[in-house]
Each structure stands twice: as structure tokens, then as C-alpha cells.
């Protein structure tokens, strides 16, 4: 579609670069963010992501298939183990419900980095809380030791839910902070997430190659660690935690913005307003080649 790329867009496009050309950024809005693991399929894993989703509106609950079967459709190399460590370094907390080899192996990658040590709160079956296992003297221990939340949960996996108050209350331990100011965006994964997702929530629907190119024009000197599959695995992620959706254009696919999550911007207001910015994005791509067809789709869709 490229609607980004035409000519008619280039005075909304440069005037939000030169606003957005700033020494540091300061975000707004944040939310905490729970990567929750578990067994494949697991209904112990299902029941507390639901849970808070529910109970914590404020929070943002993913899994991280959600991100990995959108990303392991462009990309083949990727190992994930290693991606799910990405994950864990994006979120506030890890939980995982140790219940399969699988996050067996979660458990102890994980335990083998202070960071990550410091945000896993695991959740274990009871009936094997004294079992001199490995698992329990080795990376359970380690993380117990390190860990914000404190040591494992020791539920009961036929009713993991009468372990909920438990779990909240170690939630509650850590403070979120609603704001943040961050001079090297770049370094700072989970902010530049938030500003590409309120960038597609002006412009989209955009390809990755679009969002790539706009990063680009923003940042010139992060150019290597804006590479076109960074972009996408913020996107990927912005679809698990569901502010971001997507659609296929012309046999692309293209991201926007949740359209309940459009009224507030993550930058500072004073950067721009998002809804008047994307007002002004919608009147010249209304005016643009299958512009008025698009908009129409989704507006009897919403």
C-alpha cells in the first residue's frame, strides 16, 4: 500500500520526525508487563493469564507463542530458548508454572541470569516441594534466592486457582512506575516498543518496511540495531500483548493499532496528540488510491 511513502503524507511525516527529534523521551501510560509460561496447551497456564487479564486490566498478560508463531513465519534461524529469554527481558515478570520438560528448561535458562533471576516468580506442584531434585536445589533454589517475587509458589495443579491471592500478593511486592525518561532508546528495548506502537498507531496500516524506513529518517546513527527484523519483533510483540493488530495488504502484511488503545498516546502529550495526528494521516490517505476501500473495510468491522 505505502501510503507512508507518498508524497501527499510527507509534510505529516517530516513534521512528526522534527517533533520527535529530541534529546530523550519521556513515556507515559506504561503498564506492567507479565510473560506468563507454562506446558503447551497448559489449562493451569490458560486459567491464571485469564485471571490477570481480568483482575489486573491495568496490566499486559502474553504468552510467548502469541509472538512466536507471527515471527517464525518470516524467519526460520530463530532458537526459542533464546527468544523466550528476550521475552523474560521485555516483562516485569516472568511466572511460570513449572509443570513440563519444556519449562523445565525455561527455569533453568532463566536462572542462569541475575536479571532475569530477579523478575521469575515460579509456580510449582506441591506435591513435589520437598522432592530432592535437581530442579529444586539447583535453578528453583537459585531463583528463590534472587528472585523480587520470592521462592515458588507451591500450588495444588488440580485447582491452581486457590493459589491466585498468593500470586497477586507477590505481584504487589514490586512498585510499577507509570513514567519513564530514556536518552538511548535503543538501549532501552521495551521503551522503543512503545514508540514504534504509537508510530503505527498515526500511520498505520504499515508494513515493517515502512516502520524500518521512518525509525531510519528518526534515528540515523541506531541504523544497526533498527534492522528490519528488530522492527518486526517489536511488532510481533505488540501483537501478543494485543495493542497491535494485523491485516494483509496486497499480499503484506500490515500493522495498526489496537483501536481501544488509540485515545492516549505512550510518548508525552506534548510530542503530539495520537488521535489528531491520526485524524490528519486518515484525511490524506482517504484522498490516496484504495484509501476510501480500506478505511470503509475497517470501519464496518470495528
Given at each position: 500500500m505505502g501510503w507512508l511513502s507518498h508524497p501527499a503524507c510527507f509534510k505529516l511525516r517530516d513534521s512528526l520526525l522534527g517533533r520527535l527529534r529530541r534529546p530523550k523521551y519521556r513515556f507515559r501510560n506504561l503498564r506492567p508487563v507479565y510473560f506468563i509460561c507454562g506446558?503447551?496447551?497448559?489449562?493451569?497456564?490458560?486459567?491464571?493469564?485469564?485471571?490477570?487479564?481480568?483482575?489486573?486490566?491495568?496490566?499486559?498478560?502474553?504468552y510467548?507463542?502469541?509472538?512466536?508463531?507471527?515471527l517464525v513465519q518470516s524467519r526460520t534461524d530463530l532458537n526459542?530458548?533464546?527468544?523466550?529469554?528476550?521475552?523474560?527481558?521485555?516483562s516485569d515478570c516472568v511466572l511460570i508454572v513449572v509443570e513440563s520438560p519444556g519449562t523445565f528448561a525455561e527455569v533453568g535458562a532463566f536462572s542462569l541470569s541475575p536479571d532475569l533471576r530477579?523478575?521469575?516468580?515460579?509456580?510449582?506442584?506441591?506435591?513435589?516441594?520437598?522432592?530432592?531434585?535437581?530442579?529444586?536445589?539447583?535453578?528453583l533454589n537459585w531463583i528463590a534466592r534472587d528472585s523480587s517475587f520470592g521462592g515458588p509458589i507451591h500450588a495444588d495443579f488440580g485447582s491452581v486457582l486457590d493459589s491466585i491471592?498468593?500470586?497477586?500478593?507477590?505481584?504487589?511486592?514490586?512498585?510499577?512506575?507509570?513514567?519513564?525518561?530514556?536518552?538511548?532508546?535503543?538501549?532501552a528495548p521495551k521503551l522503543l516498543q512503545l514508540l514504534i506502537a504509537d508510530i503505527v498507531g498515526i500511520f498505520g496500516p504499515v508494513s515493517v518496511a515502512e516502520v524500518s524506513a521512518f525509525m531510519h529518517a528518526l534515528m540515523p546513527e541506531s541504523m544497526t540495531s533498527l534492522e528490519e527484523d528488530t522492527i518486526r519483533f517489536h511488532l510481533?510483540?505488540?501483537?501478543?500483548?494485543r495493542y497491535l493488530s494485523e491485516v494483509s495488504l496486497e499480499d503484506e502484511v500490515h500493522y495498526l493499532r489496537v483501536r481501544e488503545t488509540l485515545a492516549e498516546p505512550y510518548l508525552s502529550k506534548r510530542l503530539f496528540q495520537l488521535e489528531e495526528e491520526r485524524l490528519r494521516f486518515i484525511e490524506i490517505a482517504q484522498r490516496l488510491p484504495g484509501g476510501p476501500e480500506f478505511f470503509y473495510r475497517m470501519d464496518s468491522q470495528a
Open positions: 506446558g503447551f496447551g497448559s489449562p493451569r497456564r490458560d486459567e491464571i493469564a485469564e485471571y490477570l487479564r481480568k483482575e489486573k486490566p491495568d496490566a499486559l498478560v502474553f510467548a507463542d502469541d509472538a512466536w508463531n507471527h526459542a530458548l533464546e527468544m523466550e529469554s528476550v521475552f523474560a527481558q521485555l530477579r523478575k521469575t516468580l515460579a509456580v510449582t506442584n506441591r506435591e513435589f516441594r520437598d522432592h530432592p531434585s535437581f530442579l529444586n536445589t539447583g535453578p491471592d498468593q500470586i497477586l500478593e507477590r505481584l504487589a511486592r514490586v512498585k510499577h512506575r507509570r513514567t519513564a525518561e530514556v536518552i538511548d532508546i535503543c538501549a510481533s510483540l505488540g501483537i501478543a500483548l
